[in-house]
């Protein structure tokens, strides 16, 4: 439920252009400069923080999803009750059920957009939560391995002698397990 392409961390462009001008400043200060890069994209798709978060909406949500799938049945339900009936049916009791379908549609459609927006709303902060926690994590990685500088979105290349994502993914991982127990 929580995907890469959700992920917003804003300002993008500047940021990265003024880690560019950072990492050459400081090449440029000190011939040693440790630099990591980590794919923020790939950590909230594989951290288990992100699936415990998915199952954790997708658990919360089924029973209101089950719901408006018994509205839509019943919604159906009365159209074919209409169309078979119409033979038979006087103008005011088709008008009668007619008008019984249009409500039942009306709030049908306002039953799911209530749903997406709810839906949204808890992704939204599942997601927050869990930008908080990658970046803490990404932070005591970078304090405790020594890092000068980390750079995430916004890099066209990073060679694997910088990439720190799979590092930032098994402290994340490691977390999670602590955190289960």
């Known amino acids: 439920m929580l995907n890469a392409n959700q992920l917003k961390l804003g300002r993008l462009g500047r940021a990265a252009l003024v880690l560019s001008v950072a990492v050459f400043a400081a090449q440029a200060a000190s011939a040693e400069v440790k630099v990591g890069f980590v794919n923020v994209a790939k950590v909230l798709e594989l951290a288990p923080q992100a699936e415990a978060a998915r199952n954790r909406i997708e658990k919360e949500f089924a029973p209101k999803d089950r719901e408006l799938l018994q509205q839509q049945k019943d919604v159906r339900s009365l159209e074919d009750r209409l169309v078979k009936n119409a033979a038979v049916l006087s103008e005011s009791e088709r008008q009668r059920n007619e008008t019984e379908i249009r409500a039942a549609k009306r709030e049908l459609r306002r039953a799911q957009d209530e749903f997406r927006e709810d839906l949204n ?14 970046t803490e994590v990404i932070q005591v990685l970078a304090k405790a391995e020594e890092y000068d500088l980390i750079i995430s979105d916004g890099v066209i290349f990073a060679g694997k002698r910088v990439e720190i994502t799979d590092k930032v993914l098994e402290r994340l991982r490691a977390d999670f397990k602590k955190s289960s127990q």
């Open 121 to 134: 709303l808890r992704r939204s902060q599942e997601l927050s939560k869990l930008q908080q926690k990658v």
